[in-house]
């Protein structure tokens, strides 16, 4: 069991993923919900990191309050992990935006393969096309993509950094 000691002071590491995805995902579904701005499918790739960061962070907060840092260390790190994942879909997503490289090949569509002509045409006329390559919403020249490679890298830079300096 580690010390009460060592406990505090790795607390502070082990909020910080869960805190940062959980207000990342927060203002996302936000910005869907109420901002009315549609994902696209990178967009939606980039949520699925934040979530396991999440997850993540919230098991290691739990692991660090029963005296279990070593495990609650690894979990920390591997949320790090997931925010550069996620800050590199970022950094794809906003090429594609940039139009350097061409998006994958559900960019444009979320209608799934092996359906009828009849089921085609009825999704299609229900779905609203959300296509990677435009930019719904800009602040200073960067779309939410290009804030979530900035700030998502940052921290996972942060994070990785400061878990592995962390002795607990």
């Not at 002071?9 to 910005?31: I, N």
């Not at 290691?60 to 550069?84: E, K």
């Not at 959300?130 to 942060?158: H, K």
Request: hydrophobic fraction near 50%.
């Amino acid at each position: 069991m580690a010390s009460y000691r060592s406990r505090s002071r790795l607390m502070p590491l082990v909020v910080l993923p869960p805190l940062y995805s959980g207000a990342a995902l927060a203002l996302a579904l936000a910005s869907q919900f109420w901002g009315g701005l549609q994902p696209c499918i990178l967009c939606v790739y980039q949520r699925w990191p934040h979530a396991i960061a999440l997850g993540l962070g919230l098991l290691a907060i739990m692991l660090v309050r029963n005296g279990l840092t070593r495990s609650a260390r690894a979990l920390t790190y591997l949320a790090g992990v997931a925010l550069l994942i996620t800050a590199g879909i970022g950094a794809f997503h906003m090429g594609v935006e940039w139009h350097w490289w061409e998006g994958t090949a559900s960019c444009g569509s979320t209608l799934g393969a092996g359906q009828s002509v009849d089921q085609l045409r009825a999704a299609l006329l229900a779905t609203p096309v959300v296509r990677c390559d435009e930019v719904p919403w800009s602040f200073l020249g960067l779309s939410m993509a290009g804030y979530n490679f900035i700030f998502s890298g940052l921290m996972g830079i942060i994070v990785l950094i400061r878990t592995a300096q962390s002795k607990a």
